[in-house]
């Protein structure tokens, strides 16, 4: 069992640039997330979902898109990346289906530059 | 809404002394509470969790915390500190929309001295 499989797990993107980060899981889990760490500022709700085809935003949702067409990934895209997205990303996914407070899952974040 | 709040962003203990790192919750219907840990450079990992039922939770790696109603509190402690033990901890509040939604506090990290 892989979990969740963040990739990448290093990049380095210059302003303007768009690109996706991966996230997988293999748990057959409804809710999956992104969210962004920074220092000071725990981990911010990015996009979530609740099933394939249904996606919302979370706190900070400007600058990124999600979409999730199957159970199993939630890619998440930088339009046009900004310094200001300098951060360390993480996907998480959880069970719906046994009840409020299952745990989460999460992957290993993706360390992302903007220059 | 609900919201957390982790009082202290850096707590320093010695080796073997009391580690208590404080948690306060915001909720308008009954919290479901949780403690994850941060390793270096890995994701989050769960410590323990709280959702109904007894009141002192007792997690991985001897960690445990008590749910207090009356202070809004969901306080992580351990008895003896290890060195191991220093990473970064969140607590965390499930969002009351029964979607999944993890609130999470902004982290307290932990240096143990030796």
């Known amino acids: 069992n892989a979990g969740v499989t963040q990739t990448p797990k290093f990049q380095v993107l210059k302003t303007g640039q768009s690109m996706t980060l991966q996230c997988a899981q293999d748990?057959?889990?409804?809710?999956m997330s992104w969210y962004r760490q920074d220092p000071g500022m725990g981990l911010r709700l990015i996009h979530y979902?609740?099933?394939?085809?249904?996606?919302d935003q979370g706190e900070v949702p400007n600058g990124y898109n999600v979409s999730r067409s199957t159970t199993e990934d939630f890619p998440l895209r930088l339009l046009s990346a900004a310094p200001s997205q300098t951060s360390v990303y993480f996907c998480?996914?959880?069970?719906?289906?046994?009840?409020?407070?299952?745990?989460?899952?999460f992957g290993q974040g993706t360390r992302l530059t903007v220059v | 809404a609900q919201s957390v709040t982790q009082l202290g962003s850096h707590v320093s203990v010695s080796e073997g002394a009391l580690v208590l790192l404080r948690c306060n919750y915001s909720?308008?219907?009954?919290?479901?509470l949780f403690w994850y840990v941060q390793y270096p450079n890995q994701g989050l990992q769960l410590l323990l969790k709280?959702?109904?039922?007894?009141?002192l939770v007792k997690g991985i790696n001897g960690f445990e915390a008590e749910f207090k109603k009356s202070e809004t509190s969901f306080h992580l402690t351990k008895p003896s500190a290890h060195m191991s033990d220093a990473a970064e901890y969140f607590c965390?509040?499930?969002?009351?929309?029964?979607?999944?939604?993890?609130?999470f506090g902004q982290g307290t990290t932990l240096q143990v001295k030796p």
């Open positions: 748990m057959n889990h409804e809710y």
């Open positions: 998480a996914s959880s069970s719906l289906r046994q009840g409020v407070g299952t745990e989460a899952f």
């Open positions: 965390a509040v499930i969002d009351s929309g029964n979607t999944g939604k993890l609130i």
């Open positions: 979902s609740v099933g394939a085809g249904i996606t």
């Open positions: 909720s308008s219907v009954p919290p479901y």
């Open positions: 709280y959702t109904t039922g007894a009141t």
